[in-house]
C-alpha cells in the first residue's frame, strides 16, 4: 500500500465514522491534541474531544447523517501528509426534513505515528461575500 492510499484510507475513516454516527470510531482517527478551525465558534478547538463535540452536535441535528468528499489532493511524505478539497454534511434532520447540506472547502494535515496517521489539524471554511461579510453557502464544487 502506497502512502498516498494509507492517507486517503484514514481520511476515508471520517467518512464512515460520520455516517455510522460513532464518535468512537471519529476519535482513532484525530490526534489528542488535533486543532480544529470549524465552521462554527469559537475560532478554533483545541483537544479531541472539543472536536467530537461538535460532531455529536451534528449527531443530535440528524437522524441519519451522509458525508461527502469531493476533489481530494493529497501531498504525503514519509511522517507528514496535507489533504485539501471539498466536504458536504446532509442526511435527514430528526423531524424527517431532508437537506442537502453546504459544501465546505476542507482541509486536513495528518502526521504519521508509530500506530499510523492522526489528523493533527483540520479546517472547515464557507467563502464570504466581502461587500456583505455574509457566507455563501450555496456554492457547489
Avoid: C
Avoid at 475560532?43 to 451522509?66: C, M, P, R, S, Y
Avoid at 476533489?71 to 434532520?93: E, K, Q, W, Y
Avoid at 495528518?110 to 492522526?118: A, I, M, N
Amino acid at each position: 500500500m502506497t502512502l498516498e492510499s494509507e492517507v486517503g484510507q484514514h481520511i476515508g475513516e471520517i467518512v464512515e465514522g460520520l455516517r455510522a454516527k460513532d464518535l468512537d470510531a471519529l476519535r482513532r482517527v484525530y490526534a489528542e491534541d488535533v486543532v480544529s478551525f470549524d465552521v462554527e465558534p469559537p475560532l478554533q478547538h483545541v483537544g479531541i474531544d472539543a472536536k467530537l463535540k461538535n460532531w455529536a452536535k451534528v449527531f443530535t441535528l440528524f437522524e441519519k447523517v451522509d458525508y461527502e468528499l469531493r476533489d481530494l489532493t493529497l501531498i504525503v511524505s514519509t511522517d507528514l501528509a496535507v489533504g485539501h478539497g471539498f466536504g458536504r454534511v446532509s442526511g435527514t434532520l430528526r423531524d424527517g426534513t431532508a437537506t442537502k447540506g453546504m459544501w465546505v472547502r476542507a482541509t486536513f494535515v495528518l502526521r504519521k505515528r508509530e500506530d499510523g496517521w492522526v489528523i493533527v489539524h483540520d479546517q472547515a471554511s464557507v467563502p464570504f461575500d466581502m461587500a456583505t461579510g455574509r457566507g455563501v453557502a450555496d456554492l457547489e464544487p
